[in-house]
């Protein structure tokens, strides 16, 4: 018995340390990072990294929902190089706020015709989702393409007031970066929408098991809607962010996006498995890659190198996601 | 819902055969445009660009078939590329360097393997992990820069003839009767339908299915390896970026042909259907004088279909009550 | 004892087996003689799956021996069993669907039969040997269940088998099946095979078996030859006790007509119409496919199906989907309890909440502490064994998750509750439970469709009894006053003897 006791207390241990091995290993990071080079904690770097999750953070956020949802999302690249495109090119003619609203709704009717045509062909595993949002990624990449003519578009071209756009570049509101107040208040609906909604939790008895959410009168179709809906509106959001702090469009500004939103949001801990998981939980997984990013930069690592950790560190996550819940 | 009568038996055929009714309409189509499309050499020359992505379909339908798939391929295949022209370069002999750069394929699949099989990961998610890792790699290695084969004989591999017809379409053709006498006639292919049909049943009649399946990822590694050592022999070049979107397409072209991701269905000279499609389309584009930004659009949109398609056929047997 | 002096094929000496909290097997002996076909009857939970499963190596036994063929059996797997000469048909086949019937009958030894075409030669001289026709190249999936038996048997001698184990195998086949499988056993046993026949059907023990062994509790009562039982002492062996405890009464109160159904029809169902009454248990009774789930599921709007009508209290009632039903008044307990009816990892609570998102619902936000309440008022009400309602429902046993599922609907007071398999898999204390409750609702003026493969069950719970052949129904019984036997027949499509 005794026996059997400290085992299940190692194990108890051990599952909690797996659940918080994000937070662990973010300070890890820190604490090695801020040892090697104490430029790390210097204001400049870390306003740096403020603005520099802002994008990824606002795509993995919306992604969190399409995984918790038992889906995946791979159109996210596409979108955000459509939004872009499109947003900046209509601040000229049609003035800043209507241009914003326009670039958001292309986001948000982007990832519904994502769900609308997986429901129709009545695809319902995540193999399926993978494959056809690809497909579409490649659509609506090719649109902006056509749409932009290929070429990069640029602020300094536009004569129109781009205020917000500006701000939201590079602006702050007190010592926070307008991008990251954009973050809080994305988090807190997201969160809000997540923990309190009947809709958020019609979406975790989707990804939880969707025979028997239907069987109990769920309606899985809405739910599916509404997670790439919001996937795609969160990837316009992160889409307007992204540029204006670059201060360009070209349309192949997304590129990688759509898997680094996946890495955070897995290695953040929600599970691929569907039915849980937690934007909170997305915010770490985000932090995580991008304080690892931003270390290698200031040791010297080459972006090249990044990627090359990214796509291990991803494996992992997937690898140990499985090995949690066999 | 009465699933009778001429609407079912056209649907049917659709579906079954979508492949080979694609490529009749391209080739119908492509008679009324004027255009050089059904001279020899250009339907040799298409034939010829097909060969790489039909070599990566033949080990990906393995998997499929197994009920897998590969994602990782076209981050084998480049880095497979650059890897043989570096270690020439370097001065290392043509063979050996194009061994190892295999080598280094089938290594590549075997740690597929052993994660989508042996750890039972979900194959797609995590082959996708692995291909992004390998495109990090090959952006490392070439500094995102294309690097130049120094070694001519090298080049005369991917673009070299053989009695009037390129290399490259006979190493195909090798390869598809290969891989189709795999499948067809030896224990280890009707072990894989078996497994892919329907895994615990094959469990249960002896049949090694980890180490079967397994087997299956490592030859998906290899022939994607050789696939990248034929590619960068054909440009001449190794670069980081061919592989983007390869796999994606390849897996789907598999799709195409009839090969279903539910496992258990499909056969070698299907895939090779199913990637003629792609081959075909962007052929008859290029004739046709297509934008290249609009010919991206038909390829995803093609996609799209397929995969539509794929899944509707599987909710229509799900839901035949 | 048998005189025949025949030797002992198989010999199993004092097993036992015990999962957490149930001892599964309890020194069971058993010995099954060369050529001969032995029975073994018992409830389901008797242990006989459990035992079949030890023999062919799913499980590991706790204790005793096992000798077969004068080898002595230790840590064996499915594959050497096989190999040994001891083949399993389960209740539910084991066949590659997408392969052909050649390729099935000698899965995993293509190289063994020198490619497809040794492969096809062998099958059909296996499936020549037990006088069965399909054509090796067909597919499996396009193969009827009978069928797909038949494939199973000519797999089974590919082994040389010794002896052939058949679970339950008559569940899923019609009358005219039946017969052929009578001929092949007689045709195994001419060759010298034996044959453990597992049933609860006493028909065919009575038929065909030499030797019967009652198993009951995880223990073997009786081993006898076939003539020297009755059947009355084989049912009082297998109940073991006064049968009459085992339900409540029926409800009492059977009320005007509630809804009416107007032919269902789709590929499987043909022109299916019933009514159902307010305070009514109506029982379907059928082989396993033969089309009960899917009436279910097509009133339930959980198939695509159209073109039929449904009328509750005369008015007609459009429905389409899962919560068109829910709107109408109805609740569904699916057939498979882990795969359609729960959400696992989920907590009791939000499993019981799932049906009644309205209740605890304001402007779309949730309110925890009725959804709270929701939880705890059916766990007390229905005796949920639960440390908390926040607890996964993945730990708690088959009978308490049923519960959570029963209490789902409970909360939303369905006017008509479709119950497929309630108790499938659930221990006697937790099915008497939930034999009182579908009473309650029944007598509280609700109207409760049940499935159920224990026809036991069907027929001491239901006031009135459907059988269901081939997607039509075929009867309609009033279980109190028909025998089993005719209503039976009817559920297996006539009520012939074998010719």
């Known amino acids: 018995m005794t026996v059997q006791g400290t085992n299940s207390a190692i194990r108890v241990g051990a599952s909690i340390l797996r659940d918080y091995l994000v937070l662990v290993m973010i300070a890890a990071l820190v604490a090695l990072t801020a040892l090697i080079e104490p430029k790390f904690l210097s204001p400049e770097n870390l306003t740096n990294i403020m603005f520099q999750f802002g994008p990824l953070m606002m795509v993995a956020l919306g992604t969190t929902f399409v995984i918790i949802g038992g889906f995946i999302d791979l159109s996210i690249a596409g979108t955000i190089n459509l939004v872009a495109v499109v947003t900046i090119s209509l601040i000229q003619p049609m003035g800043q706020v209507p241009a914003l609203l326009t670039g958001l709704a292309t986001g948000t009717v982007c990832g519904a015709l994502n769900s609308v045509l997986i429901l129709s062909s009545g695809a319902l595993t995540q193999a399926e989702a993978l494959f056809m949002t690809f497909g579409l990624s490649t659509v609506y990449s090719a649109i902006a393409l056509l749409y932009s003519h290929g070429s990069t578009m640029h602020f300094w071209d536009i004569t129109a007031s781009k205020s917000i756009f500006q701000a939201i570049g590079s602006g702050s509101l007190g010592f926070l970066s307008w991008s990251f107040v954009i973050f809080l208040i994305s988090l807190a609906a997201l969160w809000v929408f997540q923990e309190m909604t009947a809709e958020g939790r019609a979406v975790r008895l989707t990804g939880g098991n969707k025979t028997a959410a239907r069987l109990a009168g769920v309606r899985i179709s809405r739910s599916i809607v509404v997670i790439y809906a919001i996937g795609g509106f969160m990837a316009a959001l992160g889409a307007i962010v992204l540029f204006s702090r670059v201060t360009t469009a070209s349309p192949v500004i997304g590129v990688g996006y759509e898997t680094n939103a996946i890495l955070a949001v897995v290695v953040g801990g929600t599970t691929l498995k569907g039915g849980k998981g937690s934007v909170l939980r997305t915010v770490m997984g985000v932090l995580l890659v991008v304080l690892m990013s931003n270390c290698l930069n200031l040791l010297g690592v080459s972006t090249y190198l990044q990627v090359v950790a990214e796509g291990a560190i991803l494996t992992f996550a997937i690898w140990l996601d499985n090995r949690k819940h066999m | ?321 | 004892m048998d005189s025949g002096g025949s030797e002992v094929i198989l010999s199993i000496k004092d097993v036992c087996k015990s999962f957490p909290g149930v001892k599964a097997l309890d020194k069971v002996s058993i010995d099954v003689k060369r050529a001969m076909v032995h029975g073994i009857v018992g409830e389901n939970g008797a242990g006989k799956s459990t035992l079949m499963k030890i023999l062919s190596g799913v499980y590991e036994k706790d204790s005793g021996t096992v000798v077969f063929d004068g080898q002595q059996i230790e840590h064996t797997t499915p594959q050497q069993s096989m190999q040994r000469g001891l083949a399993i048909i389960y209740q539910e086949l084991n066949l590659v669907n997408t392969m052909s019937v050649g390729e099935n009958v000698l899965l995993g030894r293509f190289r063994e039969m020198k490619g497809m075409r040794g492969t096809h030669a062998k099958a059909r001289e296996l499936l020549d040997r037990i006088g069965s026709k399909i054509g090796t190249t067909r597919l499996v999936s396009e193969l009827s269940v009978s069928e797909k038996q038949m494939v199973e048997i000519a797999k089974a001698l590919s082994f040389e088998s010794k002896l052939i184990i058949m679970d339950e195998p008559s569940s899923s086949l019609t009358a005219e099946e039946m017969c052929e499988l009578v001929k092949i056993i007689q045709q195994l046993k001419d060759q010298g095979i034996s044959i453990i026949y597992i049933s609860h059907k006493l028909d065919e023990i009575f038929e065909f078996c030499d030797n019967v062994s009652v198993m009951r509790d995880g223990r073997v009562i009786d081993t006898k030859p076939k003539s020297e039982f009755t059947r009355n002492e084989l049912i009082m062996q297998m109940v073991g006790r006064e049968i009459e405890n085992e339900y409540p009464e029926r409800p009492q109160r059977v009320g005007e007509v509630l809804m009416e159904v107007r032919s269902i029809n789709t590929r499987k169902l043909h022109d299916v119409s019933f009514s159902l009454h307010k305070g009514e248990i109506l029982g379907f009774v059928g082989l396993v496919g033969a089309g009960r789930t899917e009436i279910v599921r097509a009133l339930f709007g959980a198939d695509r199906v159209r073109g039929h009508q449904v009328l509750i209290e005369g008015k007609p009632t459009p429905i389409l989907n899962p919560r068109d039903a829910i709107g109408a008044g109805f609740g569904f307990i699916p057939e498979d309890r882990k795969l359609q009816g729960l959400v696992l990892p989920f907590s009791v609570e939000s499993n019981i909440s799932m049906a009644s998102f309205r209740k605890f619902t304001r402007l779309g936000f949730l309110r925890k502490s009725i959804e709270k309440e929701i939880g705890t008022r059916q766990v007390k009400a229905l005796s949920v064994k639960t440390p908390s309602t926040k607890v996964p429902v993945v730990n708690l046993s088959g009978g308490n998750q049923q519960k959570c599922i029963v209490g789902r609907w409970l909360e939303i007071s369905p006017s008509i509750l479709i119950m497929d398999e309630p108790t499938k898999g659930i221990d006697v204390g937790a099915k008497y439970e939930i034999y009182m409750l579908m009473k309650d609702i029944a007598e509280r003026g609700g109207a409760i469709i049940l499935i159920s493969s224990e026809l036991p069950e069907v027929l001491n719970m239901s006031n009135r009894v459907l059988t269901v052949f081939e997607g039509r129904i075929t009867g309609e019984f009033d279980p109190k006053v028909t025998s089993a036997d005719k209503i039976m027949s009817a559920a297996l499509g006539f009520d012939g003897e074998c010719s």
């Not at chain 2, 009714?21 to 097909?50: D, E, K, P, R």
């Not at chain 2, 078939?65 to 270690?87: E, P, T, W």
């Not at chain 2, 290899?222 to 983007?244: D, I, P, Q």
Request: glycine share 12%; charged share 10%; hydrophobic share 50%.
């Open chain 2, 1 to 321: 819902m009465n699933g009778t009568g001429k609407g079912a038996t056209l649907y049917k055929i659709l579906t079954k055969q979508k492949a080979l009714i694609a490529i009749l309409v391209m080739l119908i189509g492509m008679l009324f445009s004027h255009s050089n499309f059904y001279s020899a050499f250009n339907l040799l020359q298409m034939l010829s660009s097909t060969s790489i992505l039909l070599i990566l379909a033949f080990g990906v339908t393995l998997t499929i078939i197994a009920g897998g798939c590969d994602l990782s391929i076209g981050g084998i295949m480049v880095v497979a590329g650059i890897v043989s022209i570096k270690l020439m370069n370097a001065g290392m002999p043509m063979g050996l360097a194009i061994f190892l750069a295999i080598l280094f394929g089938t290594v590549v699949g075997f740690v597929n393997g052993f994660l989508a099989v042996h750890q039972k990961t979900e194959p797609f998610i995590i082959t996708l992990g692995i291909g992004l890792l390998l495109t990090g790699v090959a952006q490392q290695l070439t500094n995102a820069h294309p690097v130049p084969a120094q070694n001519p004989s090298f080049m005369m591999i991917g673009n070299g003839y053989f009695h009037g017809v390129p290399n490259l379409v006979i190493i195909m053709l090798v390869l598809f009767a290969l891989t189709y006498w795999l499948m067809r006639y030896t224990e280890f292919g009707r072990n894989l339908y078996a497994i892919g049909g329907d895994y615990e049943v094959a469990r249960y009649s002896g049949i090694d299915v980890i180490r079967t399946k397994w087997l299956a990822f490592v030859i998906s590694g290899t022939m994607a390896a050789l696939a990248g050592v034929l590619l960068s022999s054909e440009l001449n070049t190794g670069s980081a970026v061919y592989g983007e979107t390869t796999a994606l397409v390849v897996n789907c072209g598999v799709v195409v042909g009839g090969t279903s991701f539910a496992g258990g269905i499909g056969g070698i000279p299907q895939s090779a259907l199913g990637l003629l499609v792609f081959g075909l389309l962007g052929n008859s584009m290029n004739m046709l004088n297509i934008s290249s930004y609009f010919q991206i659009m038909l390829q995803g949109a093609v996609i799209v279909a397929i995969i539509w398609l794929d899944s509707y056929a599987q909710k229509r047997k799900r839901e035949a009550v």
